[in-house]
């Protein structure tokens, strides 16, 4: 059951059931332990496909920083965002439908088990005023056609005018849900073949990273700021995420591509820069920086200064996924080909 006694949905029983929904599809899940520490509650793989699950209980209540962590990690990590809601300011969301808050779709539980079990995918996107639906104009077009039914004639029984059924069917506008409902009785097309699903795993997510972001710079500490100058003098790039709720600190970038070739695949690496030597110890503070050097392939990295000490016990488990570099290996580096050679050798 998601309902609790008062009639709510709670967010954790939503995840509960999102993350049972997925095994049973045979996803592979990794579940966070806090819910707000991080810019998504489920990471999920099957296959080449890496999804983050959010659920937002208010999609017109959001946290910019967990909105540009979405953004930045699927952007970088070419995964794809599942937002799920409970509810906008007015209403509970409605099923088939998405919702678009700061370029990001967003649908409900249902839909995402239409899609999941029955490859149902929505096919209304929510405007203020009542939604609109995606038609297949050339679907529309054959079955009118078929049915003898000029778009003089349609455009009689809708009371709009002829032009408007020519960009329906030319796909320039979007009929509301309403007009398309009856459009769908006048046709009979009982089988909705002219709706057009739309593939929320297909989304494109624009999110334009600055690949030279510190961010403010008095939120880096004196040992992020050295560590800042040096990444900068070896000539790479990076991204500081202070507030944007991911699993790391820093991401590590070339500024150069390299076509075909291995180096290109070594970027973007992710990094913890922590501050205190007891956190690197701690299994639950590094546990999502291991699960996404498996999840996506990519280099994880801890950089500590150089009097860090990490503990005998917990040694062995830490470094053989994810290497530890010292400031002074970082300062005795000249270029991004020694970076990478460096990188590599703490990978053997």
């Known amino acids: ?23 049973k599809a045979h996803y592979e899940t990794f579940s966070v332990f806090d819910k707000n520490k991080f810019c998504f509650d489920l990471l999920v793989k099957k296959e080449n496909s890496i999804l983050l699950i959010k659920v937002f209980s208010n999609i017109d209540n959001l946290n910019e920083h967990v909105i540009n962590g979405i953004k930045s990690m699927s952007n970088l990590l070419k995964s794809k965002p599942i937002l799920i809601g409970i509810k906008n300011r007015y209403q509970k969301l409605e099923d088939n439908t998405i919702y678009i ?8 539980f249902n839909t995402l088990k239409n899609i ?35 778009r003089k004639e349609l455009s009689e029984k809708l009371d709009i005018t ?7 069917e030319n796909e320039n506008m979007r009929p509301s849900q309403t007009i398309a409902e009856k459009i769908l009785d006048i046709l009979e097309d009982k089988t909705r073949r002219m709706f057009k699903n739309i593939n929320i795993f297909e989304w494109s997510v624009k999110f334009n990273i600055d690949r030279n972001k510190i961010g403010d710079e008095q939120e880096l500490n004196p040992f992020e700021s050295h560590l800042q100058d040096i990444i900068s003098d070896i000539g790479i790039s990076s991204y500081w995420y202070k507030k944007d ?4 600190e820093l991401s590590i970038h070339s500024k150069h591509l390299y076509p075909d070739s291995t180096e290109e695949k070594l970027f973007p690496i992710f990094s913890k820069v922590p501050e205190e030597n007891k956190k ?3 299994l639950k503070f590094n546990y999502f920086l291991f699960i996404f050097t498996h999840l996506f392939d990519r280099k ?22 994810i ?6 290996n970082l300062e005795e580096i000249d270029s991004e080909s020694e970076f990478i050679d460096l990188i590599k050798k703490n990978d053997n």
């Open 162 to 168: 002829k032009r408007t059924i020519c960009s329906y």
């Open 280 to 282: 690197i110890n701690d």
């Open 116 to 150: 999941i079990f029955n490859e149902e995918y929505p096919y209304i996107l929510a405007r203020r005023g009542g939604g609109i639906v995606f038609l297949d104009g050339a679907v529309m077009k054959e079955i009118r056609e078929e049915k003898s039914i000029s």
């Open 323 to 328: 290497p530890i570099l010292k400031i002074k």
């Open 245 to 248: 709720k991911v699993p790391f």
């Open 1 to 23: 059951m998601l309902f609790c006694s008062s009639g709510k949905v709670p967010v954790e029983n939503i995840i509960k059931s999102i993350d049972d929904l997925l095994k």
């Open 101 to 108: 808050r700061e370029d990001l779709p967003f649908i409900t």
């Open 300 to 321: 994880g990295i801890f950089i500590v200064n150089n009097d860090f000490k990490l503990s005998a016990a917990f040694k062995n488990k830490l470094t053989k996924t």
